[in-house]
């Protein structure tokens, strides 16, 4: 059978389709047959440099900041509208590319609609205040202003969804942008800018750069032009990236990786508990920042509980991504791959015994892809590299607890703090653990929930700032104060007034 010719992207600067400066691509990969699909400009500094310059010159001259905040309100709805009909379109691109299931994908696409509504709705309710000033014959208000070229870095497991939460609220605020998908996941995003175009936003307003971190990431975050950078990602790269943007005094907003523990206490319903265990690592193949990758069982429930969690995983099924009946996909990168069965060893070497799996996996359903089979450790202690080190993979740790004390006291000692599952019945107990746990979100009797309404962030090391929800507009906007004085006559220019 004849291989189909790579498929070959062009970056987007200014509205227009371009290559590359250097003229030279890269492969992207389809993780499920392990082989290239696609071919991606390889930027670096100068592409950097052109699309900064084109977002700086789309911030302060032509259409852009000429045009009011309803006007930009009803553009993001008009995007929101197009991702609605063209979800499933973007659904298929994002499995090709990351291997993620159809089924979560095609809910995901069209349910990212959401941000662009919502954000286009807040759009023209962005509201100063008149100050009731303790100086006389003086009128003071204040002005929310869009900060300028915003930096967008993007990782890979769910590149449109973890773009909406950043490029919604900035457009709004009517900032431009810049942004630099992952170099394993660049072509949905260059899909979407198809429908940037059809939205109608003036050229510049939104440029995308591929290519890699080093090449092109790292010229685009130190661009002297650029106001601010959000960031997903690794917390290693997030502190680079902290650190270069300190040089520049600029803004941050950074949403880095987890290592969240999934609570159940004995009075859960263990049913439930399990799928909800199951949901926080299993699904999206553990490749999520909020994976619940420590199960903490109380003791007098461990064994029952572990056998009816084993039992349900053993059911999960593998293959291609594609099919709705699929469970478990591949793993999105040949690097990612390697990673995971990396830690599979670490985990063995310090003691740890695989329930389940602890292997890659090669049944005929998973063909040439990069699979592994879903894992479940027992014998591990939370000082383990296991259970403190972010895998990102579908691999899950179990420590038993003995109290609510406990659990809190294993549950916080890690240097993240994105997310935890609590699993009880006893209300006074959820509210404990609610208040007790260092998490940026806290679900209980309930996993893996995320809404363009709700803030979501990071404690510690998992992050700074929060997405989705009214707040975070602010993020991407300036407070200017703003004074006029009625005097008729200057005071005593000597004296602060
Ligand atoms: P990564 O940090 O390796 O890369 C993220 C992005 O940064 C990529 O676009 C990459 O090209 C770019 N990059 C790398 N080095 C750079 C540099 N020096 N300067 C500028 N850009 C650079 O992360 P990844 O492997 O793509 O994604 C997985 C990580 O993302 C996990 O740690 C996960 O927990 C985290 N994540 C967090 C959230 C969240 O909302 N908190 C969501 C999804 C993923």
Redesign the pocket.
């Known amino acids: 059978m004849d291989t189909p010719p790579l498929t070959k992207y062009q970056m987007v600067i200014n509205g227009q389709p371009v290559d590359s400066a250097s003229g030279q691509h890269f492969e992207s990969d389809n993780p499920f047959l392990g082989k290239p699909w696609a071919l991606i400009p390889r930027g670096n500094a100068e592409d950097a440099n052109r699309a900064v310059e084109a977002a700086h010159k789309a911030f302060t001259a032509g259409e852009w900041p000429k045009m009011n905040a309803s006007k930009r309100g009803a553009l993001l709805r008009k995007l929101g509208d197009l991702i609605t009909d063209k979800s499933e379109f973007l659904a298929e691109i994002e499995v090709r590319d990351n291997g993620k299931l159809y089924a979560e994908m095609s809910a995901q696409t069209a349910y990212m609609a959401q941000w662009y509504y919502y954000f286009g709705g807040l759009a023209d309710k962005i509201e100063g205040a008149v100050i009731p000033i303790d100086k006389p014959d003086t009128f003071n208000f204040t002005r929310h202003e869009p900060l300028g070229v915003i930096a967008m870095?993007?990782?890979?497991?769910?590149p449109l969804l973890?773009l909406a939460?950043k490029l919604a609220p900035a457009l709004a605020a009517g900032n431009t942008v810049v942004i630099?998908?992952?170099?394993?996941?660049s072509a949905s995003t260059l899909e979407f800018m198809k429908l940037i175009e059809a939205a109608g936003f003036p050229p510049g307003v939104v440029n995308v750069i591929t290519?890699?971190?080093?090449e092109?990431?790292?010229p685009?975050?130190e661009h002297p032009r650029v106001a601010k950078v959000a960031?997903?990602?690794?917390?290693?790269?997030?502190q680079?990236?902290y650190e270069?943007a300190a040089r520049g005094l600029k803004r941050v907003s950074?949403?880095?990786?987890?290592k969240s523990p999934n609570i159940v206490f004995d009075d859960a319903h263990l049913d439930n508990a399990v799928k909800g265990v199951i949901s926080g690592i299993f699904a999206a193949t553990g490749?999520?920042?909020?994976?619940g990758s420590r199960l903490l069982v109380q003791q007098s429930i461990h064994d029952q509980f572990v056998d009816k969690l084993v039992a349900f995983a053993k059911t999960a099924k593998m293959g291609d991504p594609m099919n709705m009946d699929t469970q478990v996909g591949p793993v999105t990168n040949k690097p990612?791959f390697e990673k995971i069965l990396r830690y599979l060893d670490i985990a063995k070497n310090e003691g740890a015994k695989a329930l389940l799996g602890g292997t890659k996996a090669t049944r005929p359903e998973c063909g040439s892809g990069w699979f592994v089979e879903p894992t479940i450790f027992g014998g591990v202690s939370n000082n383990m590299r296991i259970a403190q080190e972010?895998v990102?993979g579908p691999v899950l740790s179990i420590i038993p607890f003995k109290d609510e004390d406990e659990a809190i006291a294993i549950g916080n000692d890690v240097v993240f703090g994105?997310a935890a599952g609590v699993w009880t019945q006893n209300m006074r107990r959820a509210f404990l653990m609610s208040e007790k746990l260092q998490a940026g979100t806290v679900w209980i009797n309930t996993y893996r929930a995320v809404s363009y309404m709700s803030p979501?962030?990071?404690y510690k090391r998992?992050?700074l700032g929060r997405?989705s929800g009214q707040e975070m507009i602010y993020e991407y906007l300036q407070t200017k104060s703003v004074w006029i004085s009625t005097a008729t006559e200057v005071p005593n220019p000597f004296i602060l007034r």
């Open positions: 870095i993007i990782p890979w497991n769910s973890l939460w630099k998908p992952s170099e394993f996941t290519g890699y971190g080093a092109a990431g790292t685009l975050v960031f997903t990602g690794s917390d290693t790269t997030g680079k990236i270069s950074m949403e880095l990786g987890g490749q999520t920042c909020i994976a990612q972010e990102f994105l979501f962030g990071g998992s992050g997405e």
